[in-house]
């Protein structure tokens, strides 16, 4: 029989103090943490499929923090249309009550008014940040989107910055939400229909693919009138000359203007314009204003006329430009095509003219029917109700014209209402479905991880009964010596 050493006696009675204790401090920190597995070395397997089981959670926190910032910008966009919607409605109001005829142009003034403060509320409110981005600027969420301009040709326009993108967002594994609905959408117009003009200057739609949308304007200039066959600065015939107010003051534009002169031995005499009233004039006359019977005008020198003439028909040529911004450009009139073009140097659009019936200088209000967006539409209406020139029967014409185009204005307005509103729904039923999964995979790790307490606290007072026994057997060996044995 093999007899134990002293030294091995001891070692032995260390190993079963630090055994015991090992487990001991286990069972304690089981009970402390509610954890079966609190480092690797606990459980190898179990440890890989918490780990597992942790990035799967952690993905579902992220989605579940995505669908609640996508819920804020997606709530917050169906309710800013609910808004625009209502101001909208209210314009169309507005205009309706417009058009009833029996309105002064002091009442009609008044509801543009109105119809200009909802304008800029419509914008205010499609310029929305929520958590320091824009709602309605597609995905350039850092920069204003609508802004309300006035352009050379002093008509009013909206210049949107935004683009036609979505902000998407992961809601779901392998499942991306849209956030937003683009402020490219509002600027939607129909089917382009025929351009019209409207304007007593003899400019007519010409052949050509219009490229303008909602409505424009045409100012038709005068830049030079010539007398004769052929057209020189001072017809050899009559000697009539243009006036010193002739390039900005006359109004006759090609050579259809029909100018006739009599004169006495002494070259003074009377001339007429279009067979309107005779203006008499001297020699000494070098600025005289001639009126034709429908208000055109020619401004003529008559200090160097032949004498003797009588009912003279002097031919005449005035030449002019158009120009669709205001002026900024220009192009002059070739008043044999019926298909010029005119390009409007700040939204590069192009008008196709017919100029061939082109007489007098003025402003063409330009329409391209059925490309009204719903600022233009807007515009359209604020602008006729201010607009004193035009009669009750011609404003009348132009507000109900553009019911048709504000009604398509808020059937886009609904369906964006409508599309976030489905998307809020989708964004529910998610967050549902990822709120169960993750209660799931809590339970999955639960059985993994989770100490069994009742189990637990049967460990730690067994190690501790072990523990104690350990230490006492350790204090009976330190106390043997060599006498133990010789006895």
């Known amino acids: ?17 630090a055994r015991n204790y090992a487990q001991l401090f286990a069972a304690q920190t089981q009970l402390a943490t509610g954890k079966r597995i609190n480092r690797p070395s606990d459980d190898l397997a179990g440890t890989r499929r918490i780990l597992t089981l942790a990035g799967e959670r952690e993905g579902i926190d992220r989605n579940l923090s995505n669908i609640g910032s996508a819920r804020s910008h997606v709530q917050s966009g169906a309710s800013n249309l609910v808004e625009v919607s209502d101001l909208v409605a209210r314009i169309r109001e507005k205009a309706v009550q417009g058009a009833n005829g029996s309105l002064s142009q002091t009442d009609r003034a008044s509801i543009a008014a109105e119809v200009d403060a909802l304008l800029a509320n419509v914008v205010a409110v499609l310029n929305t940040k ?36 979505v902000q998407e967002v992961d809601i779901a594994p392998e499942l991306r939400m849209a956030l937003n609905v683009p402020g490219s959408v509002f600027l939607s117009a129909g089917t382009r229909g025929a351009t019209t003009f409207t304007g007593t200057t003899g400019a007519a739609s010409g052949a050509g693919a219009d490229s303008g949308l909602g409505r424009d304007l045409l100012q038709v200039a005068h830049t030079l009138t010539r007398y004769g066959a052929p057209p020189m600065s001072q017809d050899p015939a009559t000697g009539l000359r243009p006036g010193s107010s002739s390039t900005t003051g006359d109004t006759i534009l090609g050579s259809s203007a029909a100018i006739s002169v009599t004169t006495d031995a002494l070259g003074n005499g009377t001339i007429t314009l279009n067979g309107g009233t005779a203006v008499p ?12 019977p429908n208000g055109e005008v020619i401004f003529v020198d008559t200090s160097a006329m032949i004498p003797n003439l009588t009912g003279a028909s002097v031919p005449v040529l005035s030449d002019g430009t158009l120009s669709t911004d205001g002026g900024l450009t220009t192009v002059g009139i070739d008043f044999g095509s019926t298909s010029q073009q005119v390009v409007d140097s700040e939204t590069g659009t192009v008008l196709h003219v017919d100029s061939t019936g082109i007489a007098a200088t003025g402003t063409e209000e330009i329409g391209f029917t059925g490309t009204a967006n719903l600022f233009d539409t807007i515009i359209g209406i604020r602008d006729a109700l201010r607009d004193q020139t035009k009669t009750a029967t011609d404003i009348n014409l132009l507000l109900n014209g553009s019911l048709d185009d504000l009604d398509r204005g808020l059937e886009g ?75």
């Not at 002293?6 to 079963?16: M, P, T």
């Not at 958590?131 to 609508?146: C, I, K, S, V, W």
């Not at 004039?281 to 034709?292: H, M, Q, W």
């Open 130 to 165: 929520v958590e320091d981005r824009y709602l309605f600027a597609g995905t350039e969420t850092t920069t204003h989107p609508f802004d309300l301009v006035t352009g050379a040709d002093g008509l009013t326009r909206i210049d949107y910055s935004g683009n036609s993108g």
């Open 413 to 487: 307005i609904t369906s964006g209402i409508t599309t976030l509103g489905s998307r809020a729904n989708q964004l529910d039923s998610v967050e549902s479905r990822l709120g169960d999964l993750g209660l799931t995979l809590d339970t999955l790790r639960g059985e993994i991880e989770d100490a069994d307490i009742a189990q637990v606290v049967s460990d730690l007072q067994r190690y501790e009964t072990l523990y104690q026994a350990s230490l006492v057997l350790a204090t009976r060996v330190n106390s043997l010596s060599l006498l133990n044995f010789i006895s």
């Open 281 to 292: 004039f001297t020699s000494a006359d070098t600025n005289l204003e001639v009126t034709g």
């Open 1 to 17: 029989m093999q007899r134990l050493s002293l030294g091995r006696i001891y070692a032995n009675a260390q190993q079963n103090i």
